[in-house]
């Protein structure tokens, strides 16, 4: 019987098993996952400093002190743009190296590793068994957009973006940026182009699923991602599909043993779709409310989590949302772009916004509604 068990090794699981273990290090964790690791994962790659800053709270740091920040960020469609310094730099790092050391921080720790597919939970009154024969207190689903954990919960996702994502050589005019390039159409609909700072871009392009309109293939992808950023597909490798579940306007976990995080839970931001912050953090609130239920003798993880995660994101999770729906008025989305061109403050609280947890401000929206 395992205190916790932990289904995918993300970022999302390797933020569980951390949170757990720095409450209570005599806790016994286990992280299943279908692959081994190093192993390469379709995303934008981008880090925001926010998850170091939560990775330091458990004391895993120094772990991206080998890799380029970058501190341009470039937003443009088409005759609008914006080009500033941020705040506080970011990252792009490819997730076969992010998560590696991730999961070896977890390890450090006291996880367990595991590779194995999980295909099945039942819940009883006083724990969950996966797959028959592998018992725990409580599990956190940590297993990406296709989530088995999610599915066994008859937890239904929200709305859903495609993209797709590929390395490729970083151009002299993207160098030392992460560049955003709106496109036409249903807002998020973007290509992005991530210099990773070692010659190499993280490059691609996604758009929001809609049952009104054709879904879209991968030489559409790869062919608005051209458009949008000329010369970006050039010398390009590792092309992958993945599907993004959006968060929504509210998130509440259920109470009960078996808890989801990251982008299981559905939680990728409408509007840059942005996940690694949100797994990190939904994932370290998970491991350190299965700490706080052990503790009670309570078989209830679900309602200490609820808490946790609530004061951190219900407010940003709202206005997150009420900014995606007003992006999808072009007028408005052009007088945001221009308004963090011409102001650096909302350009600052916009990256916030738009990468970690910030909120929407008077003066931003004063902007956007004028």
Known sequence: MWDLVIVGAGPAGAGAALGALAADPT????????????????????????????????????????????????????????????HRPTWVVPRAVFDERLVAAAQAAGAQLVRRRVRDLTIDRRSVTLDGELQARFVVGA??????????????????????????????????????????????????????????????????????RPRPTRTDLLGHLETLLPGATDGGESWWGHHLPLAGWTWRPPRGPVLLAGDAAGLINPMTGEGIYYAIATGLHAGRAVAEALRANSSDAGTPYRRRTSRMLSRHLRHTALIAQLSRSERILNAGIRAAAGDQQIFDDLVELGLADGGVTRRMLSTLLP
């Not at 920040?69 to 005759?79: D, E, I, S, T």
């Not at 859903?160 to 160098?175: E, K, M, N, Q, S």
């Not at 030392?176 to 070692?198: C, L, N, T």
Request: aromatic letters at 8%.
């Open 27 to 86: 806790l016994s964790v286990l992280l299943l996952d279908r692959h081994d690791f190093p192993r390469d994962k379709a995303c934008g790659d981008g880090i925001a400093p926010h998850v170091l800053d939560l990775l330091a709270e458990v004391g895993v740091t120094g772990i991206l002190d080998d890799w380029t920040p970058v501190r341009r960020f470039v937003l443009n469609k088409g005759q609008v743009g914006v080009d500033r310094e941020m």
């Open 143 to 212: 297993d990406g957009a296709h989530s088995v954990v999610r599915r066994e919960l008859g937890t239904k996702a929200g709305p859903v973006a495609l993209a797709i994502r590929g390395y490729a050589p970083t151009p002299p005019d993207r160098a030392a940026s992460q560049v955003i390039a709106y496109g036409p159409g249903r807002q998020p609909s973007y290509a992005w182009s991530f210099d990773r700072g070692d010659g190499w871009s993280n490059v691609g392009y996604g758009e929001l699923l809609a049952a009104d």
